[in-house]
């Protein structure tokens, strides 16, 4: 299954935990300054005027890997991988493998 904006946006909404909040909050920056760079916007320091499209892909399923793609913003950059990785460790969890990859 693939990873939308959308899951993130809403695991940021139900956290209760203020510190796994904050890495959400950065994470879902660091997806609006990727989105932003894509766009061709010259200053990225303030993304908060930036929406994510909640349907946007982060990170994609097996099948949908590479499939019509072209111009969509690939949002699954190593900063992003680290990022949610962070948050796995935070929470007491296994990190999954796909997020150890660095392709």
């Known amino acids: 299954f693939p990873v939308l904006a ?48 909640p349907q946007t892909v982060v990170f994609p399923g097996e099948k949908a890997a590479g499939e019509g793609e072209e111009d969509s913003v690939n949002l699954c950059t190593l900063e992003v991988k680290m990022a949610l990785a962070r948050i796995y460790k935070q929470v007491n969890k296994s ?9």
């Open 6 to 53: 959308h899951h993130l946006l809403e695991m940021e909404s139900e956290c209760k935990d203020p510190v796994i909040s904050e890495m959400i909050e950065t994470l879902i920056i660091t997806l609006k300054r990727t989105t932003a760079k894509h766009q061709g916007t010259a200053d990225v320091s303030d993304v908060s005027r930036i929406v994510l499209n």
């Open 95 to 103: 990190v999954p493998d796909k997020l150890l990859a660095l392709d």
